[in-house]
């Protein structure tokens, strides 16, 4: 990260280490995205009676309907318990998805989205919008 600290404090000579450097982020985010792919991560709808189950990706993996479930359900509410279902198993990817990014940041949970959280060539990038 210094060559991105030292490119937003204004000294932009060393864009090949800079490069390097955002090489070797995209190369991590890869390698960990490739391994989210493998995970499944499971939703229900409230009821239970409907199970999904999602790659880290998002990619449905899997859906099942508790039998038993199905005999106070008519088909509106089975639909709307299927959507229940994907949704829940999307949002336990959407917060594997964040817990990932944060660890590969170095992120606490806790500051994420504050200001401590900038983007560090926030300062750079407002240079050249302004034409310095």
């Known amino acids: 990260m210094r060559h991105v600290e030292a490119f ?3 000294r932009q000579d060393d864009v090949d280490g800079l490069l390097r450097e955002t090489d070797g982020w995209a190369r991590t985010l890869a390698g ?14 409230p009821s239970e ?9 998002g990619r449905l993996r899997g859906l ?6 199905l005999r106070g359900l008519d088909h509106v509410q089975l639909a709307q318990a299927v ?3 994907i ?24 500051t994420a989205g504050t ?15 302004r034409g310095e």
């Open 115 to 129: 200001e401590g959280a900038a983007d560090p060539l926030d300062g750079h990038i407002r240079n050249v919008l």
């Open 49 to 57: 009676v409907v199970r999904a189950e999602v790659s880290g990706t």
């Open 32 to 45: 960990a995205l490739g391994e989210l792919e493998e995970e499944r991560l499971a939703g229900a709808d």
């Open 64 to 69: 099942s309907i508790d039998p038993r479930g």
């Open 8 to 10: 937003a404090g204004g």
């Open 87 to 110: 949704a829940a198993a999307h949002l336990a990817m959407g917060e594997r998805l964040t817990q990932v990014v944060q660890d590969l940041t170095g992120q606490a949970p806790d």
């Open 83 to 85: 959507c229940e279902a």
